[in-house]
């Protein structure tokens, strides 16, 4: 547990003087994440502890650098959990990594989002200096919502030096089951059984079965087999660690994956080469050799956006922003990092 | 330059784009929207339009910027903060007219309307469907859904389910530039930076809502209700503490004090018990197997924190019955004062017990009642100050202990605003939430987005001079609570 702020501070007012474009890094899990930058590195790892926790408050406060492991141990102890389920993508991976990808996993379609989880955060913008955004509270609508905004935007925006995230109790009870079904009857199924109140935590479907995670009480999940049926899986936590961390067979490929996000009752998507689907048809990971351009035209007929999760990730990585949008994102970027130093590129070349 | 047109040539740019009758330009016509719910603040804006197309917004903001006239949008005017406030030089953006539906996509779980569709008209329209919108402000019959997204209003149901900040998939926003933006959509994501969540709360001083697509939820299986009476609201403070740390989260967990349990028995006899000093009502939801073992278990909780009476209600109309008092408080309470002020700040809850009794503390110090009824399971307090604007300098008093009390909150690691915004009226308070560097943020993304300040300018965030002024008055009093607790 130690708090490097200052050292920190003063490297990122060296490098705002000298417009020096530094590399936000902690634990080097989610590099892949994103598109290929090169400079000098501003380490995170050592920026590390729990600042504060309060299992009745619900939330917890720890520094950037602390390992998502220490966390999940902590919470785990008082029976809480991270509700966006958090890939780690390796060992070493990092609270600030964390809230920096935003990615989240399979609990993100009933529990939110990493962005929905986050209370407050404390960030180092591109001039050194420190600001606070948001609070340990959930309900605070004090000033513009900076510290969501800063979540997901891979480091561009600030240096998160400490966050404080939203907690959950952990589920009474938590089972698996897999039905076998064709691509569109999977998406047909999931989408159904979400307009109901059933407690379902996670889906994912390998293109020929569908696993559906049930999350409450014993007597509630026996009451939902019923009518969903299929058959009860045993292995259930390291199926889902499979599929959050990518280690299920479905991901182990040389092909490029991509992360197509569209609404979730939508049809099978058209692009060709092997998929699977997560958060009830809201995500679509497809392994395809098509070229970028048809992928990106059949994400946004349906009106969502696809990225390029894992491949060459030299060019464009995300779904490309209107004019409008890139207009402004430019703007917020020389709010917060006025010389640009803050992961250059990282996100888009233009950024 | 500001206002160097003068108000006819400037209706008559107007009536170029829009109906007759949806340029109102004479006092008794522009009167209705001098204030918004907090009625302290009072101001007539130079012109109130009502567009009922999208593209009639367009040609306003065309010719505001051509102008440089500032813009007050407002949806139904319940803001509490005064937020829809008009400005002096400028005029007032009435959205009521764009109440469509454009859609509920059943099998997506979402709906698509204009901003001027009424909170509670969205769940109406999914009734059918089996589907809900989630966030219930208790104003929700007459509040739009662009004044929600404004101000990322909370209700009830927020412990479970999350603020409108949770619940909003998709906005169409239209920038003073004349560019519309297309935010989020029905799938879960976006490329780029979460505007989305830039966009909601930030009090219509960005961008104007024209569409709203959001996430509709179905309806819990089953729902049961408790309320428990406590002898001192201490004990109801630590009790709520006590469910929440035993990993039940309540659909909603709310708290009345004894003076609102006496209004609201005198306002519409809702049968709370008579002799208690605070009462808890505790939702609960989920599965009838499930529901039973948290209502045993809450129960139990209640009773462990020395309730002196626990009800569980036995059929839905006696769950009812439990909740309205609750959301007749803010007019019950309205029936025994002329003029009431209602506060909004947000505390960890562990703080209740110490913060509600310090209100009290403040309470007696200004001569004010202080009446306490709020969402104890978010930490958000609701002090209504009740008082007379007629007794001259009780407005002032009041104000004083509100503010008083929002940096009460503040000093126990919470904030000035929950839910309500800031709006005109927590601009001294925002100069002790936050510092130089991070208002100069603020003022920073307001101009990356909005360069000439025309949308709804002056309030949410204030100028450093401002908090300059403020912080040089309170130290004079030796008020300023402790400088040097850091306020994360
Ligand atoms: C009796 C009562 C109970 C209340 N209970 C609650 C409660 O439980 N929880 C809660 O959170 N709030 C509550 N409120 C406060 C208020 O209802 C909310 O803030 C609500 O969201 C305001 O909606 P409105 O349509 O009235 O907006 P208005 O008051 O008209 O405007 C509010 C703000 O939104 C902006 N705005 C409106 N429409 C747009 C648009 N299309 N684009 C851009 N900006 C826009 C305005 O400029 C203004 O800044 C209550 C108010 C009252 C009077």
Redesign the pocket.
């Known amino acids: 547990m130690s708090d490097y702020r200052d050292e920190i501070t003063s490297k990122l007012e060296d490098a705002f003087q000298q417009k020096k474009a530094l590399q936000i890094k902690a634990g080097s899990t989610k590099q892949f994440y994103g598109r290929d930058i090169y400079a000098e590195e501003l380490a995170l790892t050592d920026h590390t502890g729990i600042i504060e926790y309060e299992p009745s408050e619900l939330y917890i406060t720890a520094r950037s650098g602390t390992p998502l492991r220490e966390i999940e141990q902590a919470i785990a102890e008082q029976h809480q959990i991270l509700p966006c389920e958090p890939p780690y993508f390796g060992a070493n991976a990092t609270l600030g990594g964390t809230v920096a990808c935003g990615l989240a996993g399979p609990r993100r379609v009933n529990a939110g989002s990493v962005r929905d989880c986050i209370l407050g955060t404390e960030i180092l913008n591109g001039k050194g200096e420190l600001l606070r955004f948001g609070g340990k509270v959930m309900k605070n ?1 004090a000033g513009y919502d900076v510290s969501r905004l800063i979540c997901g935007a891979l480091g561009t925006l600030g240096v998160l030096m400490s966050v404080s995230l939203r907690l959950l109790p952990k589920p009474a009870c938590e089972q698996t089951i897999v039905l076998t079904l064709d691509s569109n009857a999977a998406i047909n199924k999931m989408n159904l059984w979400t307009n109901t109140p059933m407690p379902i935590s996670a889906t994912f479907y390998d293109g020929h079965d569908l696993y559906i995670r049930l999350s409450s009480s014993l007597s509630a999940i026996e009451a939902c087999k019923k009518e969903i049926g299929g058959e009860s899986i045993d292995e259930k936590d390291i199926f889902w660690t499979n599929i959050k961390e990518q280690t299920h067979n479905f991901f182990i490929s040389d092909k490029p994956l991509w992360r197509i996000s569209v609404p979730p009752n939508t049809e099978t998507l058209n692009i060709s080469g092997e998929n699977a689907i997560e958060w009830n048809g809201a995500l679509r990971w497809h392994k395809s050799d098509a070229d970028e351009n048809s992928i990106r035209t059949e994400a946004e007929r349906v009106g969502g956006h696809a990225t390029l999760f894992k491949g060459n990730t030299t060019d464009q990585v995300f779904h490309p922003l209107s004019k409008p949008s890139m207009k402004l994102h430019k703007k917020l970027k020389q709010v917060l990092d006025p010389v640009g130093i803050l992961n250059p590129g990282k996100m888009f070349a233009e950024l | 330059m500001r206002g160097s047109i003068s108000t006819t040539d400037l209706a008559k740019q107007f009536h170029n784009v829009l109906p007759k009758d949806a340029v109102l330009d004479k006092d008794e016509q522009l009167r209705p929207y001098e204030c ?2 907090l009625t302290a603040y009072r101001q007539l804006p130079r012109l109130a339009l009502l567009p009922s197309k999208i593209e009639e917004i367009q040609a306003i903001v065309k010719i505001c910027k051509e102008y440089k006239i500032p813009i ?10 005064g ?3 008009p400005h002096a030089d400028g005029i007032l ?1 009435n ?1 009521a007219k ?1 109440n469509k539906i454009i859609e509920i996509d059943v099998h997506n779980r979402t709906a698509t309307v204009q ?2 569709v ?2 509670l008209a969205i769940s109406e329209a999914a009734e059918p469907h089996g589907l809900y919108y989630a ?6 019959i ?15 149901h927020c412990l479970k389910y999350g ?2 900040l949770h619940n909003i998939l998709a906005l169409k ?1 239209l920038t003073v530039d004349g560019e519309i933006l297309e935010l989020g959509g029905k799938n879960l994501d976006s490329s780029g930076f979460d505007l989305l969540a830039l966009m909601i709360g ?4 960005l ?4 569409e709203a697509t959001v996430k509709l939820l179905p309806h819990p299986h089953d729902r049961k209700v408790l309320l428990a009476a406590f002898d001192q609201i201490q004990k109801a403070g630590d009790a709520v503490n006590g469910i929440i740390s035993k990993g039940v989260i309540p659909a909603g967990l709310e708290m009345l004090d004894q003076l609102t349990i006496q209004a609201t028995e005198m306002y519409c006899s809702p049968g709370y018990p008579s002799n208690a000093a605070a009462i808890l009502i505790c939702e609960l939801d989920g599965f009838d197997e499930e529901l039973e073992t948290q209502v045993q278990l809450v129960k139990k909780i209640l009773i462990d924190h020395q309730a002196i009476e626990v009800r569980v209600a036995k059929d839905n109309q006696e769950a009812e019955l439990f909740w309205l008092g609750r959301k007749a408080s ?2 019950a309470l309205g029936n025994l004062t002329p003029d009431y002020y ?1 506060m ?1 700040g947000t505390i960890p809850r562990k703080h209740l017990a110490h913060v509600l009794e310090s209100i009290s503390n403040l309470s007696v110090k200004h001569s004010l009642r202080v009446a306490n009824v709020f ?1 104890a399971g978010d930490g958000n307090l ?1 002090p209504v100050i009740l008082y007379d604007a007629n007794v001259p300098g009780e407005l002032e008093t009041a104000e004083k202990l509100g503010g008083e009390i929002l940096e009460l909150c503040v000093e126990v690691g919470g904030t000035i605003t ?4 800031v ?1 005109v009226e927590k601009l001294n308070q925002m100069c002790v939430q936050f510092s130089d560097a991070e208002l100069n943020t603020f003022h920073a993304i307001k101009a990356a987005f909005d360069e000439d300040g025309l ?2 300018p002056g ?2 965030i204030p100028t450093l001079h401002r908090c300059a002024e403020f912080g040089a008055m309170h130290v004079h009093h030796g008020k300023l609570p402790h400088p040097d607790i850091p306020r994360f």
Not at chain 2, 72 to 81: E, Q
Not at chain 2, 135 to 140: C, E, G
Request: charged share 15%; aromatic share 2%; glycine share 18%.
């Open positions: 609508v | 918004d719910a007050v949008a407002r949806g139904a005017g319940t803001s509490l903060s937020g829809a406030l953006l959205l764009l901003p001027g009424r909170n966030p219930d402000p208790s104003s929700q007459a509040c739009t859904i662009g004044g929600n997204i404004a101000e990322n209003s909370g209700g009830v603020l409108t926003i930030s009090e219509g001083m961008g104007i809502t024209l803010f007019p209602c909004d969402h609701h929950g839910e309500h915004g709006g949308l709804n309030k949410a």
